[in-house]
């Protein structure tokens, strides 16, 4: 538990980017004020409801430090519209890149049929999950351009998202890694554990100017390349898919784990005498 100067320290510092960007995007005080109130009676209620006890005014209140009449306000207002679960995506996605009857000899993904006697996309769909229907899930992924459909057969066109074709889901995802981030780095610094969690950093700060796209693309090839060994790596210790079943494990399923990379090229920075890594 970090002391109460440490901590204002702490968030100042992972506040400083976001009001950036915050910055960037014309947002103004009363606006940030607002969203800074939403986020603290969301998080204190969710903190309430992990525990199992009820989501009291007076106690959000007291927590947060922000009036009951603004708690009772923000409580009320905070259910969104449902959106459909990009879970669900890239469940199908995993199960259909590492099961055995999904993929080719080679190790590619197969071309499914749906609608059509063999209907391998809605049996896919349907081993994930039966709360969404398999056409639900199969016109989002058209929409995102993941998938093609023609004459009953689906193919798998690529297997990550285009960030740019739901700009609001772009950043959510980007909120969770950096939820993710945050907690698994706040594990290594602050608690003893057997094995940390991975952070590691590759930084240069001389690259020629002339080679940016090349260094992008090399990143990404190499990136795709780890994520793909890795995910079927795992998936041998995933109790949903069938190469985990059967294992004799002690411990119960449901532990998440997330992996995410990333990089950022920014050609603004000043020349350097020196690169690193």
């Known amino acids: 538990m970090l002391e109460p100067q440490q901590s204002a320290t702490v968030v100042k510092n992972l506040l400083r980017p976001m009001i950036r960007f915050a910055l960037r995007q014309g947002l103004r005080w009363s606006v940030l004020q607002e969203t800074v109130r939403e986020l603290l009676v969301e998080a204190a209620v969710e903190t309430s409801t992990a525990e199992g006890k009820k989501s009291v005014v007076s106690k959000i209140s007291l927590i947060t430090g922000i009036d009951r009449r603004d708690v009772k306000r923000l409580i009320r207002t905070e259910n969104e519209l449902d959106r459909f679960d990009p879970g669900v995506l890239s469940k199908v996605l995993l199960r259909w890149r590492v099961e055995d009857q999904y993929i080719t000899r080679s190790g590619s993904p197969r071309v499914l049929t749906y609608l059509t006697a063999d209907n391998s996309f809605e049996r896919l769909v349907r081993e994930v999950s039966t709360d969404f229907h398999p056409g639900t899930v199969l ?8 998938v093609e459909y023609d004459d009953g057969k689906v193919r798998l066109k690529r297997r ?3 960030v740019r074709q739901d700009v609001l889901a772009g950043f959510a ?3 969770n890694d950096i939820e993710g981030l945050l907690e698994g780095s706040a594990e290594n610094i602050l608690s003893e554990q057997e094995v940390s969690n991975a952070h590691l950093r590759t930084y240069f700060d ?3 100017r002339e080679s940016i796209p090349a260094v992008k693309r090399l990143i990404i090839k190499e990136v795709k ?3 793909a060994r890795l995910a079927k790596e795992l998936a041998r210790f995933d109790k949903d898919l069938s190469v985990a079943r059967g294992k004799s494990l002690k411990d119960e399923a449901g532990v998440k784990v997330m992996v995410t990379s990333f990089s950022h090229v920014n050609p603004s920075s000043p020349p350097s005498e020196k690169s690193s890594a």
């Open 206 to 208: 001389n690259i020629y």
């Open 160 to 162: 990550f998202a285009s």
């Open 173 to 175: 995802t980007v909120s």
């Open 225 to 227: 390349r780890f994520h």
């Open 139 to 146: 016109s989002e992924l058209e929409r995102l351009e993941m």
